[in-house]
């Protein structure tokens, strides 16, 4: 099956910091890359969903400018968490999705830690 | 609106066989999945029904009435490593695409 790497797989850092998480399809072309958020024992939250070259679409109260995400190529997206704040502390996974199946194909994940 | 309803949690023991419930409702239909997610990591693929009946796929099958908006997931010879979260999601194209995801199940397996 298709494989969606994600980096880093755990992060600390200062409140106040921006951290970086990249997701990366590596052996198909993600026409489509998802973002969620997923608290200890919660589902999975759609945060926004991106399509190589536009600009993502994000789901009701989620703050684009506090979440960027940039999807500049077919195999790579990224999760900048700006002014990190201890509530954003999660567990974020990416997904991706190509053109000719409804399938995604999660990567294994980023724990953040906002200290 | 979409939503999806399932189970919070369920109990069975090892050897077993579970069934876990998932009714939908979907602006259109563009098939169901199931994924199994463990603790800590990543949510796996385990399947998708897009006609009515079941599919076996191994010690796991998945069955689906589209009339009903109802599916389940069917855990046979039930072992430890089975204790996860079960996710039910249904695909939606409105507009854009997402994926709809139920809250999921909980399985404990127990000796």
């Known amino acids: 099956g298709a494989v969606v790497s994600q980096h880093p797989s755990w992060v600390i850092c200062k409140s106040g910091t921006s951290v970086k998480i990249e997701c990366r399809s590596l052996?198909?072309?993600?026409?489509?890359m998802f973002w969620y958020r997923q608290f200890p024992k919660q589902s999975l939250m759609l945060m926004a969903t991106s399509n190589e070259g536009s600009k993502a679409t994000y789901e009701q109260g989620v703050e684009k400018d506090k979440f960027l995400i940039n999807h500049a190529s077919l195999t790579l997206s990224t999760l900048t968490v700006t002014s990190a704040h201890p509530e954003d502390s999660s567990f974020y996974i990416c997904s991706a999705k190509g053109d000719y199946s409804y399938e995604q194909y999660f990567g294994p994940g980023t724990r953040l830690t906002v200290t | 609106g979409q939503n999806i309803d399932q189970p919070t949690e369920m109990t069975a023991t090892e050897g077993a066989i579970v069934q876990i419930n998932c009714t939908y409702q979907t602006s259109g239909f563009n098939g169901l999945f199931w994924y199994q997610q463990h603790a800590g990591e990543a949510p796996t693929f385990l399947s998708y029904?897009?006609?009515?009946g079941l599919e076996e796929k191994g010690r796991f099958s998945s069955f689906l009435s589209r009339s009903k908006g109802y599916s389940y997931l069917l855990l046979k010879e039930l072992q430890m490593k089975d204790s996860a979260s079960y996710l039910c999601a249904a695909p939606e194209r409105t507009g854009g695409f997402k994926t709809i995801f139920g809250a999921g199940t909980r399985l404990f397996v127990k000796a």
């Open positions: 029904n897009v006609l009515d």
């Open positions: 052996d198909f072309q993600a026409t489509t």
